[in-house]
Protein backbone atom coordinates (compact mmCIF):
# COMPACT_ATOMS: atom_id res chain seq x y z
CA UNK A 1 0.00 0.00 0.00
CA UNK A 2 3.03 2.69 0.94
CA UNK A 3 4.56 1.90 -2.34
CA UNK A 4 2.58 4.75 -4.19
CA UNK A 5 4.20 7.23 -1.63
CA UNK A 6 7.99 5.63 -3.27
CA UNK A 7 8.79 3.03 -0.84
CA UNK A 8 9.28 -0.62 -2.26
CA UNK A 9 7.60 -3.68 -1.05
CA UNK A 10 10.94 -4.56 0.45
CA UNK A 11 11.53 -1.15 2.33
CA UNK A 12 7.61 -1.18 3.79
CA UNK A 13 7.85 -5.00 4.70
CA UNK A 14 10.72 -4.08 6.83
CA UNK A 15 8.87 -0.49 8.09
CA UNK A 16 5.74 -2.19 9.22
CA UNK A 17 7.85 -4.85 11.10
CA UNK A 18 9.91 -2.32 13.14
CA UNK A 19 6.08 -0.43 13.79
CA UNK A 20 5.37 -4.01 14.99
CA UNK A 21 8.27 -5.18 16.82
CA UNK A 22 10.00 -1.88 18.08
CA UNK A 23 13.04 -3.97 20.11
CA UNK A 24 13.74 -6.19 17.08
CA UNK A 25 17.16 -6.05 16.05
CA UNK A 26 19.13 -5.57 12.29
CA UNK A 27 19.21 -9.61 12.62
CA UNK A 28 15.71 -10.40 13.96
CA UNK A 29 14.19 -7.88 10.77
CA UNK A 30 16.27 -9.74 8.36
CA UNK A 31 14.64 -12.99 9.52
CA UNK A 32 11.25 -11.58 9.71
CA UNK A 33 10.97 -10.30 6.35
CA UNK A 34 13.33 -13.03 4.95
CA UNK A 35 16.02 -10.68 4.06
CA UNK A 36 19.51 -10.61 4.38
CA UNK A 37 21.33 -8.38 6.48
CA UNK A 38 22.72 -6.34 4.03
CA UNK A 39 19.32 -5.80 2.27
CA UNK A 40 17.49 -4.80 5.54
CA UNK A 41 20.66 -2.62 6.00
CA UNK A 42 19.83 -0.71 2.50
CA UNK A 43 16.34 -0.79 2.99
CA UNK A 44 17.06 1.32 6.33
CA UNK A 45 19.11 3.50 4.32
CA UNK A 46 16.06 4.03 1.84
CA UNK A 47 13.76 4.76 5.05
CA UNK A 48 15.77 7.46 7.06
CA UNK A 49 16.26 9.26 3.50
CA UNK A 50 12.23 9.66 4.06
CA UNK A 51 13.17 10.38 7.29
CA UNK A 52 10.55 7.02 8.45
CA UNK A 53 13.74 6.02 10.70
CA UNK A 54 15.77 7.19 12.97
CA UNK A 55 18.54 6.80 15.41
CA UNK A 56 17.17 4.75 18.99
CA UNK A 57 17.88 6.61 21.77
CA UNK A 58 17.63 3.42 23.74
CA UNK A 59 19.22 1.08 21.72
CA UNK A 60 23.10 2.32 20.57
CA UNK A 61 23.64 1.52 16.62
CA UNK A 62 20.09 0.90 15.81
CA UNK A 63 17.20 3.02 14.47
CA UNK A 64 13.16 3.02 15.51
CA UNK A 65 10.85 3.38 13.40
CA UNK A 66 8.59 6.86 13.41
CA UNK A 67 5.14 6.78 13.71
CA UNK A 68 3.26 6.72 10.71
CA UNK A 69 1.07 9.76 12.10
CA UNK A 70 4.37 11.83 11.50
CA UNK A 71 6.35 9.96 9.03
CA UNK A 72 4.19 9.20 6.25
CA UNK A 73 1.89 12.81 6.84
CA UNK A 74 5.62 14.28 6.06
CA UNK A 75 6.06 12.27 2.89
CA UNK A 76 2.28 13.33 1.96
CA UNK A 77 3.04 16.66 2.21
CA UNK A 78 6.00 16.74 0.60
CA UNK A 79 4.50 14.93 -2.97
CA UNK A 80 1.55 17.90 -2.10
CA UNK A 81 4.01 20.54 -2.39
CA UNK A 82 5.84 18.71 -5.55
CA UNK A 83 1.79 18.53 -7.40
CA UNK A 84 1.51 22.25 -6.42
CA UNK A 85 4.64 23.31 -7.88
CA UNK A 86 3.96 21.18 -11.17
CA UNK A 87 0.70 22.82 -11.23
CA UNK A 88 2.64 26.12 -11.09
CA UNK A 89 4.38 25.14 -14.37
CA UNK A 90 1.47 23.78 -16.22
CA UNK A 91 -0.06 27.63 -15.45
CA UNK A 92 2.64 29.52 -16.59
CA UNK A 93 2.73 26.92 -19.61
CA UNK A 94 -0.98 27.64 -20.29
CA UNK A 95 -0.21 31.29 -20.31
CA UNK A 96 3.11 30.75 -22.83
CA UNK A 97 1.18 28.85 -25.08
CA UNK A 98 -1.53 31.39 -25.07
CA UNK A 99 0.53 33.82 -25.92
CA UNK A 100 1.88 32.26 -28.76
CA UNK A 101 -1.04 30.85 -30.39
CA UNK A 102 -2.35 34.64 -30.59
CA UNK A 103 0.83 35.92 -31.59
CA UNK A 104 0.59 33.35 -34.53
CA UNK A 105 -2.94 33.81 -35.21
CA UNK A 106 -3.38 36.95 -37.08
CA UNK A 107 -1.11 35.59 -39.63
CA UNK A 108 -1.44 32.31 -42.14
CA UNK A 109 2.57 30.61 -42.94
CA UNK A 110 3.78 27.95 -44.69
CA UNK A 111 3.34 26.87 -40.55
CA UNK A 112 0.39 27.58 -39.72
CA UNK A 113 -3.21 28.14 -41.11
CA UNK A 114 -6.99 29.82 -40.13
CA UNK A 115 -9.54 28.14 -39.88
CA UNK A 116 -12.93 29.99 -39.93
CA UNK A 117 -16.31 27.89 -38.98
CA UNK A 118 -17.00 24.27 -37.64
CA UNK A 119 -16.91 22.98 -41.02
CA UNK A 120 -13.62 24.22 -41.84
CA UNK A 121 -12.79 22.41 -38.70
CA UNK A 122 -14.07 19.41 -38.82
CA UNK A 123 -12.76 18.92 -42.23
CA UNK A 124 -8.61 19.20 -40.83
CA UNK A 125 -9.88 17.06 -38.32
CA UNK A 126 -10.19 14.99 -40.80
CA UNK A 127 -7.77 15.13 -42.72
CA UNK A 128 -5.65 14.95 -39.46
CA UNK A 129 -6.96 11.52 -38.36
CA UNK A 130 -6.48 10.28 -42.10
CA UNK A 131 -2.74 11.11 -42.15
CA UNK A 132 -2.60 9.90 -38.32
CA UNK A 133 0.41 7.43 -38.40
CA UNK A 134 1.37 7.11 -34.72
CA UNK A 135 -0.96 9.07 -31.96
CA UNK A 136 -3.52 11.47 -31.44
CA UNK A 137 -3.68 13.88 -28.57
CA UNK A 138 -6.51 16.11 -27.34
CA UNK A 139 -8.09 17.90 -24.49
CA UNK A 140 -11.65 18.63 -24.73
CA UNK A 141 -11.96 21.13 -21.85
CA UNK A 142 -15.81 21.92 -21.05
CA UNK A 143 -19.40 20.45 -22.62
CA UNK A 144 -19.01 18.80 -26.42
CA UNK A 145 -22.37 18.88 -28.63
CA UNK A 146 -23.76 15.49 -29.22
CA UNK A 147 -23.71 16.20 -32.91
CA UNK A 148 -19.89 17.05 -32.83
CA UNK A 149 -19.22 13.58 -31.16
CA UNK A 150 -21.26 11.83 -33.44
CA UNK A 151 -18.71 13.11 -36.49
CA UNK A 152 -15.83 12.85 -35.03
CA UNK A 153 -16.82 8.94 -34.30
CA UNK A 154 -16.14 7.51 -37.37
CA UNK A 155 -12.75 9.39 -37.46
CA UNK A 156 -11.85 8.13 -33.95
CA UNK A 157 -13.48 4.55 -34.42
CA UNK A 158 -10.79 4.77 -37.97
CA UNK A 159 -7.94 5.76 -36.12
CA UNK A 160 -8.27 3.77 -33.45
CA UNK A 161 -8.90 0.41 -35.82
CA UNK A 162 -5.45 1.10 -37.48
CA UNK A 163 -3.60 1.19 -34.00
CA UNK A 164 -3.17 4.72 -33.45
CA UNK A 165 -2.56 5.80 -29.68
CA UNK A 166 -5.35 7.85 -28.92
CA UNK A 167 -4.95 9.89 -25.12
CA UNK A 168 -7.96 11.99 -24.51
CA UNK A 169 -8.44 14.51 -21.56
CA UNK A 170 -11.57 15.50 -20.31
CA UNK A 171 -12.65 17.54 -17.31
CA UNK A 172 -14.41 15.41 -14.08
CA UNK A 173 -17.45 17.61 -14.95
CA UNK A 174 -18.25 15.47 -17.86
CA UNK A 175 -18.72 12.50 -15.91
CA UNK A 176 -21.89 13.63 -15.70
CA UNK A 177 -22.81 14.97 -18.61
CA UNK A 178 -24.08 11.42 -20.71
CA UNK A 179 -23.29 11.94 -24.05
CA UNK A 180 -19.68 12.78 -22.60
CA UNK A 181 -19.36 10.30 -20.29
CA UNK A 182 -20.70 7.58 -23.32
CA UNK A 183 -18.34 8.65 -25.35
CA UNK A 184 -15.49 8.47 -23.32
CA UNK A 185 -16.02 5.01 -22.37
CA UNK A 186 -16.49 4.07 -25.83
CA UNK A 187 -13.25 5.76 -26.44
CA UNK A 188 -11.74 3.31 -24.06
CA UNK A 189 -13.88 0.23 -25.38
CA UNK A 190 -12.29 0.96 -28.69
CA UNK A 191 -8.45 0.88 -27.19
CA UNK A 192 -7.77 4.41 -25.99
CA UNK A 193 -6.77 6.20 -22.57
CA UNK A 194 -8.77 9.05 -21.01
CA UNK A 195 -8.19 10.53 -18.20
CA UNK A 196 -9.94 13.91 -16.19
CA UNK A 197 -9.43 16.57 -14.21
CA UNK A 198 -10.89 19.03 -12.68
CA UNK A 199 -9.65 21.87 -14.91
CA UNK A 200 -7.41 21.04 -18.26
CA UNK A 201 -5.77 23.25 -21.17
CA UNK A 202 -7.30 24.72 -23.72
CA UNK A 203 -8.99 22.71 -26.34
CA UNK A 204 -6.14 21.35 -28.85
CA UNK A 205 -6.01 17.72 -30.96
CA UNK A 206 -1.95 16.97 -31.52
CA UNK A 207 -1.36 14.28 -34.05
CA UNK A 208 1.88 12.67 -34.18
CA UNK A 209 3.64 15.28 -32.78
CA UNK A 210 3.76 17.10 -35.78
CA UNK A 211 0.59 19.07 -36.19
CA UNK A 212 -2.22 20.28 -34.17
CA UNK A 213 -5.36 22.25 -33.94
CA UNK A 214 -6.07 25.00 -31.15
CA UNK A 215 -9.37 27.21 -31.15
CA UNK A 216 -8.70 30.90 -32.38
CA UNK A 217 -10.99 32.14 -29.47
CA UNK A 218 -10.66 29.46 -25.99
CA UNK A 219 -14.19 31.13 -25.07
CA UNK A 220 -15.93 29.84 -28.39
CA UNK A 221 -14.30 27.16 -30.56
CA UNK A 222 -16.67 27.21 -32.90
CA UNK A 223 -15.53 30.39 -34.10
CA UNK A 224 -12.41 28.88 -35.67
CA UNK A 225 -9.27 27.21 -35.31
CA UNK A 226 -5.73 27.75 -36.28
CA UNK A 227 -3.96 24.60 -37.71
CA UNK A 228 0.10 24.66 -36.89
CA UNK A 229 2.87 22.76 -37.38
CA UNK A 230 5.48 25.15 -36.30
CA UNK A 231 8.01 22.91 -34.04
CA UNK A 232 8.07 26.01 -31.33
CA UNK A 233 4.59 25.62 -30.96
CA UNK A 234 4.06 22.07 -31.09
CA UNK A 235 6.91 21.50 -28.24
CA UNK A 236 5.11 23.52 -26.43
CA UNK A 237 1.70 22.65 -26.64
CA UNK A 238 3.12 18.65 -26.08
CA UNK A 239 4.10 19.94 -23.11
CA UNK A 240 1.40 21.36 -21.80
CA UNK A 241 -0.92 18.53 -22.72
CA UNK A 242 1.85 15.99 -20.83
CA UNK A 243 1.97 17.68 -17.65
CA UNK A 244 -1.90 18.00 -17.62
CA UNK A 245 -2.02 14.05 -18.14
CA UNK A 246 0.38 13.05 -16.08
CA UNK A 247 -2.01 15.10 -12.99
CA UNK A 248 -5.17 13.68 -14.48
CA UNK A 249 -6.88 10.35 -13.14
CA UNK A 250 -8.19 7.58 -15.57
CA UNK A 251 -11.25 7.46 -16.38
CA UNK A 252 -13.11 4.75 -14.33
CA UNK A 253 -10.71 5.16 -11.44
CA UNK A 254 -12.43 6.64 -8.13
CA UNK A 255 -11.65 10.11 -7.25
CA UNK A 256 -10.21 9.94 -3.55
CA UNK A 257 -11.26 12.86 -1.05
CA UNK A 258 -7.89 14.60 0.29
CA UNK A 259 -7.04 12.32 3.43
CA UNK A 260 -6.01 15.94 5.59
CA UNK A 261 -9.55 18.25 4.91
CA UNK A 262 -12.00 16.19 2.82
CA UNK A 263 -11.99 17.85 -0.79
CA UNK A 264 -12.55 16.70 -3.98
CA UNK A 265 -10.12 17.60 -6.51
CA UNK A 266 -12.77 19.84 -7.71
CA UNK A 267 -13.58 21.53 -4.74
CA UNK A 268 -10.13 21.98 -3.93
CA UNK A 269 -9.61 23.84 -7.19
CA UNK A 270 -12.40 25.77 -6.90
CA UNK A 271 -11.53 27.22 -3.60
CA UNK A 272 -8.18 28.21 -5.36
CA UNK A 273 -9.97 29.60 -8.64
CA UNK A 274 -12.12 31.41 -6.14
CA UNK A 275 -9.50 32.82 -4.02
CA UNK A 276 -7.98 34.37 -7.30
CA UNK A 277 -10.57 36.75 -7.66
CA UNK A 278 -12.70 35.21 -9.64
CA UNK A 279 -16.57 35.03 -9.55
CA UNK A 280 -19.03 31.85 -9.80
CA UNK A 281 -19.40 32.40 -13.39
CA UNK A 282 -15.78 32.45 -14.54
CA UNK A 283 -14.90 29.48 -11.97
CA UNK A 284 -18.14 27.56 -13.19
CA UNK A 285 -16.54 28.05 -17.19
CA UNK A 286 -12.76 26.52 -15.79
CA UNK A 287 -14.65 23.61 -13.93
CA UNK A 288 -17.22 22.73 -16.50
CA UNK A 289 -19.76 23.37 -14.24
CA UNK A 290 -22.82 25.81 -13.89
CA UNK A 291 -22.48 28.79 -11.15
CA UNK A 292 -25.36 26.67 -9.60
CA UNK A 293 -23.04 23.72 -8.45
CA UNK A 294 -20.44 26.41 -7.80
CA UNK A 295 -22.70 27.80 -5.17
CA UNK A 296 -23.63 24.29 -4.01
CA UNK A 297 -19.76 23.08 -3.49
CA UNK A 298 -19.16 26.72 -1.63
CA UNK A 299 -22.23 26.23 0.50
CA UNK A 300 -20.63 22.44 1.23
CA UNK A 301 -17.62 23.56 2.24
CA UNK A 302 -18.65 26.34 4.30
CA UNK A 303 -20.70 23.85 6.43
CA UNK A 304 -17.70 21.89 6.84
CA UNK A 305 -15.17 24.52 7.58
CA UNK A 306 -18.25 26.34 10.12
CA UNK A 307 -17.85 29.96 8.24
CA UNK A 308 -20.88 32.08 7.76
CA UNK A 309 -19.58 33.83 4.84
CA UNK A 310 -17.43 33.05 1.83
CA UNK A 311 -14.32 35.20 3.05
CA UNK A 312 -14.17 33.60 6.70
CA UNK A 313 -14.24 30.07 4.99
CA UNK A 314 -11.15 31.10 2.54
CA UNK A 315 -9.43 32.15 5.91
CA UNK A 316 -10.40 29.31 7.80
CA UNK A 317 -9.67 27.07 4.58
CA UNK A 318 -6.04 29.07 4.32
CA UNK A 319 -5.61 28.37 8.01
CA UNK A 320 -6.18 24.94 8.42
CA UNK A 321 -3.80 24.01 5.44
CA UNK A 322 -6.47 23.00 2.54
CA UNK A 323 -5.05 25.72 0.14
Excluded at 118 to 147: C, F, K, W, Y
Amino acid sequence: MLEVLGLTTAATAVYRAMLDHPGYSVDEIAARCALTVTQVHDHLDELSRLTLVRVSAERPGQMRAVSPEIGLADILANQEAELAARQARLAASRAAVTRMVAERAEHRTTHGERLLGMDAIHSRLERMGHSATTEVLSSQPGNQRAEDLAVGRLADAEALGRGITMRTLYQDATRNQPHVANYAHWLLSQGGEVRTAPTIPQRLVVVDRAQALVPIDPGDNRLGALYVTEPGILAALLDFFEQAWSTAVPLGAAHTDDPQCGLTPTERELLRLLGTGLTDDTAGQRLGISSRTVGRHMSSIMERLGASSRFEAGIRAAHNGWL
